[in-house]
């Protein structure tokens, strides 16, 4: 003997599960037009605004050298210690640690261990431990593993420093 049949029909829409999220209010809702209208709004003025910010902010380069500018960034940043910046001439240039910036953490700057020997990284300035510690097989100079490369293209392992690998 065979199932008998559901009784019920396959339409019956009111035991659907349906999900309306923003997207279906804003293109099938009596409001949607509205919605819409007003997210485009906001977007244009946050564009706008954004454009305006910028075109103030920026100045016109007529392609002669003017005096020198403070190597400070724009605005309230404020660099930390060992950051470089992009001088007038393209090179980069280091920046003098803020004055208002916090002390450095007395730690390691890779593994935040807080032992007693620690020796200055000659690429990011940074206190770092002797295990931490790698010289450069090229320059001889010793920097963090941060700042270390390590070239296994020749015969024999070879530590480089980020200027040196360049």
Not at 53 to 67: F, R
Not at 78 to 87: A, F, H, M, S
Not at 88 to 106: C, E, F, V, Y
Request: aromatic share 6%; hydrophobic share 25%.
């Amino acid at each position: 003997m065979t199932k008998r049949a559901c009784p019920f029909s396959e339409t019956f829409s009111s035991q659907y599960k349906i999900h309306v999220g923003q997207q279906e209010l804003n293109h099938y809702s009596v409001f949607g037009n509205k919605y819409r209208q007003h997210i485009y709004d906001r977007t244009k003025s946050l564009l706008f605004n954004g454009a305006k910010a910028v075109a103030a902010a920026a100045t016109v380069w007529t392609g002669e050298p003017t005096e020198p500018a403070p190597e400070t960034p724009a605005g309230s940043q404020t660099l930390l210690r060992g950051q470089t910046l992009i001088g007038h001439n393209g090179r980069l240039t280091k920046a003098s640690r803020a004055q208002d910036a916090t002390t450095a953490p007395t730690g390691c700057c890779v593994c935040q261990k807080s032992l007693t020997s620690r020796t200055l990284c000659s690429q990011c300035e940074r206190l770092a431990c002797s295990s931490c510690t790698r010289q450069c097989s090229s320059c001889s100079g010793l920097c963090c593993s941060v700042c270390s490369i390590i070239d296994y293209r020749g015969r024999y392992d070879e530590v480089l420093c980020c200027s040196c690998s360049t």
